[in-house]
């Protein structure tokens, strides 16, 4: 295990990279075909979410918001508001679940969401998600457990081959998708829960804004007791896991801490392998050889090149060993906020932090890997900069992009040793 | 149209019914004038466009002063979401120096600030930002948490102030206080006419203006300075695109204000004209006819020939330029229509720019606009105060007594006021035609609704709103962004605006995407099968 | 039927882009299992390809020469020298099949490759492609010709599920792939020839280097004869269509004009739905929705920006119709060599030249497709660049790109509004 | 080990075997001189990685001089092939204005010119390109089909010489000429002495040298030439790296040539000595070493205390700047093991860098070099000429009456000729340890053979062999165009060279394409059964 640092005796965030747990909990959300994601506090809060997810995936983000009002933060207990605002939709929308969140303020002031939800004749699952704790990964955590534990049924009738995945947050919707067509190709019948794989991956349907149209659905979610395995991505899924242990003890864990290059992908299938007595398919195996040589063509350019990479820490983590892969520095990860994969960082430096530290180390960097704030910096120091992460704004397509298993790890590394090519004319 | 409207509404349970329909109408000059409930409470659960009261605060009108470090105390989300979100453009121009805008300064609160009390850590971040920026000032902007668990920030900042001699100046803008980022407008504009406006004494040249509610989304605001300066007129502040702390502390000496969105700044307007005389004018540079007209006003004001006649060459000058392109994307566009639903001004500055492109507007509304901007500001003293906007501060000051000074004569006024209206907004309604369907404060069930009944060639809204009109097969632009385009503004602007629109119009994938799938199958090999 | 202009006193190419038949013979040799291309001509011509395409794929191009000495160059008539090459490497490498074809130096002296050809007992194909005629299209067209009417068995007992795909030169390996798979979905039974897409795919197997590893096999192309339905892609495939249909004159026969953007993949689905009666499947049906959004989010960095675009006639004529359909305006195609698709071009000028003659009109233009030596030009001029045709060099991955059907048009828009962006910075 | 080549050989036919065993030979210094066979015709059907005259002529010697137009006449394919196929850098310097290297000049032959004959389209093709360009200088580069139709580019040159007034050479190069590259490098040596050098008349400062053989890739020439000016010396022209036709016009003028690549450019430095006196002397600015013995000899050679103070001070400050890095990567690289086939002089120039970083070189071998090369000049009045070698022009000149002159007394002369080798090259063997193998132009089969022989840890080769050897799980580094990095020469480029084998042979990439495959299944979860 190894130490991380986070940040001293710093009181101003000044380039900011965490984001709130509200978000992380309304993109969960958005992973349940038919729901519809209530925040529970002022306006504010679910359109300033909406505005950001939608610069990023540019497409709707169907968030409502119980709207609370200067009044009803003082006098009311959630319950009354909650209710109204359930009751003001009902008769044109009926979603299949609301999945109803705190913020800062609601949590604060200590609204019970559990004793809201189960006041309001409607099926509602609720998280404590306040903005004042935790971040994205944590969010979207919580609110995901909130489906294990509030709609699942216990575990009965355990099917060997029926397995559920649970991606962290930071899987782009065509990586989940990538590793459920993965599970499908070893024999399993594959549920994801969040499942973000058809309804934040940017296509053009009918109806997509006021309810969410792709995603795992509520009666899958109450069978999902009979997965005889699960799959948990990242150590950020680690609670939610557990969370369907408690309800599902028989059945067989495994946690995936990352699915970015050789070796992460290497490990994920031969635990498939041993799981299931299969062989990968023809294309997995021709996968891997093309990851390889890319592995191979990549390595000149990636080779000694110093990286810093700013994010959610399950992302960052499981990219920075790809990086190492083919020969990458890593002088710094710098995560949004603690997690448990940081312990297995293979950075020179581990740090929760924000932007304005990597600008500090700037120096001891080529390439720097984060969202589209850390453009200015790359820029401003003439540094190569992979855009990854949220948000990825005035660019289009960051849904559609694939980092993870034989096939996104190869796609990775020609992106990255191009940028490096191109920021460093010859 | 009414009995179309009334299905829609229909669908709403009775109490939201009851509600909403006092939020729509359909224009009707034999009825004028006509009533339009606005700046009302947001309906809980329906999927609303609006920002909060910290977004209007912090995001719309502080934000973009460069060279103060505005810090949001909070949790980390709220600063994170107000970091770049809008187009402000802005330069180091003039040897200013400070451009804070690339930063998103946040005290970050976390639990234990929530449970112990944050104001701690809000003057330590004080004490930060003036070791690592050395700004000349500091805003403090509140978020929801922040007024719930009692911190002083007011406190804070005086003391901030003394301990660091800075002017550090806080606004209680909490998002749950008032009903959209328009309560946040007006803090905005009590603290910078408290703390601001007044402190400065720079000279100012002849023909001075401040620009008042420009943002400078696009360029706007520099395509505007760049007609006024060609002019002739000395710009003192902007307020607030591109704009500056250090020069809105003269702004008091401008001999007229230019008020291009009314909504968001005419509190300042107001107070400028009250405590120092200063009349103000509402302008708009949106459009060709608007500009033209915008121009021909300032000038008049003044009414020295000089200006009027340089007025008058530059019109002449600028139209020579566009015309030819402006023809060839109006014949693109003739005979399409629009609607538009957008913030507090433009949903009303736009319908020229669409007009001039042989478009009309079938369909607007505010997302925060209030009845004036609705009805004209006639209707003002009949705005029934309610829970919300009542609690914002409302600020009544008195002539300064040795800075009021009047630029017009009793008659000169008078005369003046029968030819432009000064000192007065006459509002949106006004300039629609019969028929036309206003609708305040939309939300998604009613922009698909709408969107149905109407079917608009293009809808010009914000970005929230963007995708959901295009996943129904119609054109949005974003017309608090411009898409990434622009600037919009004065002659130039009316152009990248009309190439814009034409280009969305025309593009083939509309034409992809639409009609496959409900004529059934017609070209061979088409693709038509698919179940959507 | 449009005209399209051909360069008219021009008597030196400055910028070439036009490659030589040998250069798409030796490709199309590269798509056979097994096989051994033998450049019959100087020892350059050989070792010349192999440095452009090794450059260009990352990939070892195993060509042998016949080394054609002055000597032989005026006494041989080829039987002596070829025959020669051909027992110098059997000991040790046994090919399934040697793919035989001239250049300018043994064509010019009019070497008779069937009668050499002929007088070898060794399974030879072979194909006349002087490299003062034609280009890297025809090269390809005519080696692939010279399989069927020289390996494949006339048609005989015609499957209608057995399908032969003939990719034009310009599409990559992973979209021959994509093809191959769309075609599997529809239950037929694929063959591709050639096939690129395991041979130059840039993976990294063992012993790739000395005979073609990847491809169709030898004797699947024997058995070609019963494939009912024939699908060749671009219009430079008509011959090759032809020399099948002589065959087996019973076999059906579409032509694909191309496969890049919405209406041309609609059109080929449409095309397959009514010949299999078959639904296309739900993968499909979605990707077509993420490229119609993809068209939507694109529409406004590509609509109205000038496009000239330089390379292969089937190439090009495709990518044109794909940006026209986001809105994009084709200032000028540029081809290589004449070819029949020019016909349909939707460019506003459509000639045969080199870029030079893109130079001239760059001032009409915002973004230059082409291969590597566009780069210099686009820079001088500050116009934006996309990489695409052959050869792509200082860059990684060209082999991986996707382009086609409903994925690569995703990707391929999202990558031009990207490029677009990036150029244009705000 | 010579059982073990044996055995290699023995898989060809008789008459194959026969060539080959001649190509190849073990390092003993016991048998010395040892004799190997070179410049010999590849044998047909090899995968052999040679190139052809033109190759040698245009793309070596010819196409890196940057102010003339090199008009290849022929198909496109080989114009296109050689453009910018080779790293040489050029910069526009010193005012000189032309660069035509990122043009690719071709007459883009059809049939009907491989038929009617393709003079005039060449006639026509110079007029273009003295319109467009106005060059000082043309060259044209015959291709195969040219020699056998019979086209006269002599004539035509001369044709139109005279009429654009502009100097137009003819290099009959058909790419059937010869046995490699080798053989273009002649015939552009042959064409450059006789129509460029001697015909400028610039006046040259002292210690004036030419540096033949040196392309410049990745930058190395530059390097080359700061080290020699600092020192002192006036660099008169570089054949051709970076190089200008109008400066080689004068390269006669020089007090001394050094020459890089033996092979390429060793006619010119004894043409240069036989018709106007100048010495030459082998110098290798590859590997750290050999900078400081060329640095040191070059100054010796001229005698100027001054000369030999700076040399000693330049070689003190740089090696200070560059040992500790270079003792990092030596730690990385140490005890590893290279193999080598390049070019016609590199396979013997980086086998000191690679000994520098404690890296042994067992296998050499050049692609088109000549037995000099390997065994030293001393061979070359036995090397036997054949029907490929002899039809190349052999140019004999000697001593112009005006113009010869020798800088070096003749004892000097002789003293120095004891302590440093004038006029004279040594060859690779001599350097090379006992038991080590030097194979001539290795194809295909013998490098997958050898590589499984010897398992070098690396393969300096071109680009052509490049993706063979990674195929095959190990380093290969291209020591023609250095991947895209260097320079390679001098102090620094020979820290940049330590950077590059170090990262390449310690990137986890190998370790993870290996031993997985062949162990077995070792760790948890490891992807072990798939087979390649």
């Known amino acids: 295990m190894r130490a991380y640092a986070t940040i001293g005796n710093k009181n101003m965030q000044v380039y900011p990279i965490k984001l709130s747990q509200p978000m992380g909990a309304t993109l969960a959300v958005l992973g349940v075909k038919g729901s519809l994601a209530l925040a529970h506090g002022a306006v504010g809060c679910s359109s300033l979410t909406k505005i950001f997810f939608t610069r990023h995936f540019c497409d709707p983000i169907a968030i409502r918001t119980t709207a609370v009002s200067e009044l009803a933060a003082i006098f009311d207990g959630g319950e009354g508001i909650v209710r109204e605002a359930v009751q003001n939709f009902l008769p044109r929308v009926r979603p299949e679940v609301i999945g109803l969140f705190s913020t800062g303020l609601t949590s604060a002031k200590g609204d019970d969401l559990k004793r809201i939800a189960n006041s309001i004749n409607y099926p509602i699952v609720y998280a404590e998600t306040p903005d004042f704790e935790g971040g994205l990964e944590s969010g979207w955590a919580k609110m995901a457990a909130a489906f294990i534990e509030q709609v699942m049924k216990p575990g009965l009738n355990l099917r060997p081959d029926k397995v559920l995945l649970m991606p962290h947050v930071s ?65 950020s899924m680690l609670p939610v896991a557990e969370a369907f242990l408690r309800k599902s003890p028989q059945a067989l864990h495994i946690n995936i801490p990352g699915l970015m290059g050789l070796q992460a992908t290497d490990t994920f299938i031969g635990q498939l392998m041993r799981l299931t007595g299969r062989e990968p398919g023809p294309r997995v195996k021709h996968w891997r050889r093309r990851h390889r040589d890319a592995l191979i063509d990549s390595h000149f350019y990636i080779g000694r090149k110093r990286f810093i990479l700013a994010g959610e820490p399950d992302r960052i983590v499981d990219m920075a060993a790809a990086l190492a892969e083919a020969g990458g520095i890593i002088t710094a990860i710098i995560a949004s906020t603690p997690g448990k994969s940081l312990e297995r960082s293979v950075a020179h430096r581990t740090l929760v932090g924000d932007l ?23 820029r401003r120091h003439g540094k190569i900069q992979v855009l990854r992460g949220f948000p990825i704004l005035e660019q289009i397509g960051a849904q559609l992009k694939v980092d993870t298993l034989y096939d996104g790890g190869t796609h990775f590394l020609v992106e990255v040793a191009n940028a490096i090519i191109a920021g460093h004319p010859h | 149209m009414k009995e179309k409207i009334k299905k829609i509404m229909e669908k709403y349970p009775a109490k939201v019914f009851k509600n909403r329909k006092e939020h729509v109408l359909v224009v009707n000059k034999c009825e004028a004038p006509q009533m339009i409930m606005a700046d009302a409470r947001t309906i809980p659960g329906i999927i609303t466009e609006r920002g909060c009261t910290y977004a209007g605060c912090k995001g719309v009108v502080v934000g973009p002063l460069k060279d103060t470090v505005a810090i949001t105390h909070g949790p980390i989300g709220c600063g994170y979401y107000s970091w770049l979100t809008r187009r402000n453009r802005a330069r180091n121009n003039e040897g200013e120096g400070y451009n804070f805008l690339t930063y998103c300064f946040s005290t970050d609160m976390q639990e234990k600030d929530i449970i112990f009390g944050g104001e701690n850590k809000l003057k330590q971040a004080i004490g930060e930002a003036v070791e690592i920026f050395k700004p000349r000032s500091i805003m403090i902007c509140a978020t929801c948490p922040v007024g719930l668990i009692g911190d002083d920030i007011n406190a804070v ?10 002017q550090v100046i806080a606004f209680s803008c909490e998002g749950y206080k008032g009903v959209s980022q328009s309560a946040g407008h007006h803090i905005a504009n009590n603290g910078l006419f408290k703390h601001v406006i007044g402190t400065g004494d720079e000279p100012v040249g002849e023909y001075s203006v401040n620009i008042l509610g420009e943002y400078n989304i696009g360029g706007d605001g520099w395509e505007i300075e760049r007609l006024l300066k060609t002019v002739g007129y000395h710009i003192i502040s902007i307020m607030s695109g591109d704009g500056s702390v250090e020069r809105l502390r003269n702004a008091h000496k401008a001999h007229l204000n230019l008020v291009q969105c009314h909504r968001s700044t005419n509190y300042t307007a107001e107070l400028l004209r009250a405590q120092y005389g200063t009349d103000w004018l509402k302008i708009n540079f949106l459009g060709i006819e608007s500009t033209v007209q915008s121009l021909r006003d300032i000038a008049k004001y003044f009414g020295d020939r000089k200006l009027i006649d340089r007025t008058e060459a530059l019109i002449a000058e600028e139209l020579a330029i566009i015309q030819p392109e402006m023809e060839k994307y109006r014949k693109l566009c003739q005979g399409k229509t629009a609607a538009l639903f957008v913030g507090g001004s433009r949903a009303n500055h736009f319908q020229g720019p669409f007009k001039e492109l042989g478009m009309e507007t079938v369909l607007a509304g505010f997302e925060f606009a209030h009845r004036d901007d609705y009805e ?30 009047l630029v017009l004569s009793r008659e000169k006024y008078e005369q003046l006021n029968k030819e432009m209206s000064l000192n007065y907004f006459k509002g949106m309604i006004k300039i629609m035609d019969d028929g036309s369907i206003v609708v305040d404060d939309i939300n998604h069930y009613e922009i698909e609704s709408f969107m149905k009944l109407l079917k608009p060639d293009v809808f010009g809204s914000g970005i929230k709103e963007k995708y959901v009109i295009h996943k129904m097969g119609t054109l949005s632009k974003q017309l608090h962004s411009y898409d990434y385009s622009g600037p919009f503004a004065g002659f130039r602007g009316a ?24 004529t059934g199958p017609t070209l061979e090999g088409d693709f038509i099968r698919e179940v959507v």
Chains 1, 3 share one sequence.
């Open chain 2, 376 to 405: 004209g500001r006639e209707v003002i003293p009949f705005i029934k105060e309610n829970a919300d906007n009542k609690n914002i501060e409302n600020i009544v000051v008195g002539p300064d007594r040795e800075r009021y000074r």
């Open chain 2, 157 to 166: 900042a005086n003391w901030a102030e003394k301990e660091f001699d800075t």
């Open chain 2, 495 to 518: 152009v990248i605006f009309a190439r814009d629109v034409a280009m969305g119009l025309t593009t083939p994938a509309w034409r992809l995407i639409k009609p496959k799938w409900k």
């Open chain 1, 171 to 235: 899987l782009h919707p065509l990586e989940v998708e990538g590793v459920k067509d993965l599970l499908a190709e070893f024999g399993l019948e594959v549920h994801a829960l969040p499942d973000i794989s058809d309804s934040l991956d940017g296509h053009l349907g009918i109806n997509q804004a006021s309810l969410c149209q792709g995603g795992i659905a509520m009666d899958e979610i109450k069978q999902l007791g009979s997965a005889g395995l699960v799959i948990s991505v990242g150590a």
């Open chain 1, 356 to 378: 304005e530290d990597a600008e500090g180390m700037i120096d001891d960097c080529d390439v720097l890997i984060s969202n589209y704030h850390g453009e200015r910096i790359a």
